[in-house]
């Protein structure tokens, strides 16, 4: 069964300092890889997926991430955080065949000005 | 486009009771997703449509939760005879069943159990 680890339950930056959040994932074949970000009273938006192909991928809001099979990780990166930032951010792991993501716990961000 | 739109935004009720939400898809999307998501952890699946077909439901929680999608449109999910611990948030997501199979969810409905 597939699984999704988010070790930080919280992370508090500064704004304009670089961020990472970290997820890693249990799948035995190739996932398809998520980052989600959930605002107070707002739907889950998605930042940016992984499919296939280039493992460095762009998303929205000027975020990133990299996957990295040998590590079985799928790590969140932005270089300049805004106060705006602040939310939840939830990682996400599906099989190719049903597409119906198993999400992580969840990382908080607190950014302080 | 209107986004994915779910009714109430709300709802407390007794335990005991039956709740019904709604969830309105995206217009052009064929598949749609229920979620359940309680206070510090993330969501967690349990049952989707494709069309008028649903598709899994091996993963709600008990035979008290049911959801229905009659006309492959709009979908409601019941949950009979609550319980405090059914107190969540309930999402809703809808994708197409072409691509990438994006989902896109909606804002939630929060049921408190009292």
């Known amino acids: 069964a597939q699984s999704v680890t988010q070790p930080d339950i919280h992370i508090t930056v500064s704004e304009g300092a670089s961020l990472e959040l970290r997820c890693n994932y249990s799948?035995?074949?190739?996932?398809?890889l998520f980052w989600y970000v959930q605002s107070p009273g707002q739907g889950l938006q998605l930042l940016l997926k992984?499919?296939?192909?280039?493992?460095l991928v762009q998303g929205i809001k000027g975020f990133e991430a990299e996957f990295k099979r040998s590590q079985s990780s799928f790590n969140l990166r932005k270089p300049s955080v805004h106060w705006s930032d602040a939310a939840e951010y939830f990682c996400?792991?599906?099989?190719?065949?049903?597409?119906?993501?198993?999400f992580g716990r969840g990382t908080s961000l607190i950014v302080h000005p | 486009d209107t986004g994915v739109s779910q009714n109430p935004r709300h709802k407390i009720t007794k335990r005991g009771q039956n709740v019904t939400f709604r969830c309105d898809p995206i217009?052009?999307?064929?598949?749609l997703y229920w979620y359940r998501q309680t206070l510090g952890q993330g969501p967690e699946f349990l049952t989707y449509?494709?069309?008028?077909?649903?598709?899994?439901k091996s993963r709600l929680l008990s035979d008290r939760f049911s959801a229905e999608r009659p006309k492959g449109s709009f979908s409601t999910l019941e949950i009979q005879r609550t319980e405090q611990g059914d107190s969540a948030m309930y999402l809703c997501?809808?994708?197409?069943?072409?691509?990438?199979?994006?989902?896109?969810f909606g804002p939630g409905t929060r049921l408190t159990v009292t």
């Open positions: 217009s052009e999307h064929n598949r």
């Open positions: 992984y499919f296939s192909g280039d493992t």
């Open positions: 997501a809808s994708s197409s069943s072409s691509g990438d199979y994006e989902q896109y």
């Open positions: 449509f494709q069309n008028e077909a649903q598709l899994e």
């Open positions: 996400a792991v599906s099989s190719g065949g049903s597409y119906i993501p198993t």
């Open positions: 799948y035995g074949a190739t996932p398809y």
